[in-house]
């Protein structure tokens, strides 16, 4: 796992650069839920808002939301990932990336997880 992410409870990731957050879920999330088939993501210019709802993770095992760990109008998404969501699995912190956030409030990053509180739930989880 990279030193300069921040993490959810839900297991995705944040790399702030500037007013720029890119967003994905972690290599243990994408092993969790094996093969991933399918990721929805959000329309660029879409306004959201912290933990909630903006896409879906489809897999062979199952389908889960994806949400937002910062508030914020998502300027980017990762046009890759509709013809080879299999990027996730096999690049979850590079080409896996899901999208990009103009972040709102930086403040909200102190809600996230920082690596060692990330490893620790993913050790009781």
Partial sequence: MAQDLRYTKEHEWVRVEGDLATVGITDYA???????VFVELPEIGRSLAQF???????????????????????????AELSGSPELVNGDPFGRGWMLRIRIADSSQLDALLDQAAYEELTREG
Avoid: C, M, R, W
């Avoid at 994408?30 to 991933?36: E, F, N, S, W």
């Fill in 30 to 36: 994408a092993h969790q839920l094996g093969d991933i």
């Fill in 52 to 78: 909630g709802t903006v896409g879906v993770i489809e897999s062979v095992k199952a389908v889960s939301d994806l949400f937002a760990p910062i508030s914020g109008e998502v300027v980017e998404t990762n």
